[in-house]
T-cell receptor
Framework: SQTIHQWPATLVQPVGSPLSLECTVEGTSNPNLYWYRQAAGRGLQLLFYSVGIGQISSEVPQNLSASRPQDRQFILSSKKLLLSDSGFYLC????????????????FGPGTRLTVL | GENVEQHPSTLSVQEGDSAVIKCTYSDSASNYFPWYKQELGKRPQLIIDIRSNVGEKKDQRIAVTLNKTAKHFSLHITETQPEDSAVYFCAASRGSSASKIIFGSGTRLSIRP
């Protein structure tokens, strides 16, 4: 079965420091991968998505970037964090229709709670 | 692009009563409509979805309806229980491999004992 991992689970960083969050998926090949941010008590904001290695689409202009160095690895980075970058960062995956998996079912990782001070 | 609107933003119902959350979408090409439940501090979990080739789908106490003509879909929870308290998100997608899912803004459902 497929599983998705994110680390770290929680992170406290000072303003201006760099950021690297990692997401990996197991049990599937060539997944679509997504990064979302959720501010406290708010909805899901899509930040980036990727349909393949090295293919990144950015949804909002910001000081964050994403990379996909391997098929099942998705990394979210920043060179200098802002206070407004605080939030709950969720990675998600989906696959082409195959067996019992419907098209574009998205499954979320456990998330990283980031606090920028 | 697609826009999904969700109402109400908060909903409080008596335990045992029914809860209904409604969403509208703008992209007539959307054909996949999932619903997610997010408990406090946890990840969103897919609870039910519906495709455009059906008008209704039911799974125990939850059901979704879809009206493609009017471009709206709804989540119905019957016989609500305390564990139904959570934030619920609707979403819409074209369902292709390269498409995004557009989420509604969420509904915070509280079940009163």
């Amino acid at each position: 079965s497929q599983t998705i991992h994110q680390w770290p689970a929680t992170l406290v960083q000072p303003v201006g420091s760099p950021l690297s969050l990692e997401c990996t998926v197991e049990g599937t090949s060539n997944p679509n991968l997504y990064w979302y941010r959720q501010a406290a008590g708010r909805g899901l904001q899509l930040l980036f998505y990727s349909v393949g290695i090295g293919q990144i689409s950015s949804e909002v202009p910001q000081n964050l970037s994403a990379s996909r160095p391997q098929d099942r690895q998705f990394i979210l980075s920043s060179k200098k964090l802002l206070l407004s970058d605080s939030g709950f960062y969720l990675c998600a995956w989906s696959v082409l229709p195959s067996g019992r998996v419907s098209y574009n079912e998205q499954f979320f990782g456990p998330g990283t709670r980031l606090t920028v001070l | 692009g697609e826009n999904v609107e969700q109402h109400p933003s908060t909903l409080s119902v008596q335990e045992g009563d029914s809860a209904v959350i409604k969403c509208t979408y703008s992209d007539s090409a959307s054909n996949y409509f999932p619903w997610y439940k997010q408990e406090l501090g946890k990840r969103p979990q897919l609870i039910i979805d519906i495709r455009s080739n059906v008008g209704e789908k039911k799974d125990q106490r939850i059901a979704v309806t879809l009206n493609k003509t009017a471009k709206h879909f709804s989540l119905h929870i019957t016989e609500t229980q305390p564990e139904d308290s959570a934030v619920y998100f609707c979403a819409a997608s074209r369902g292709s491999s390269a498409s995004k899912i557009i989420f509604g803004s969420g509904t915070r459902l509280s079940i009163r004992p």
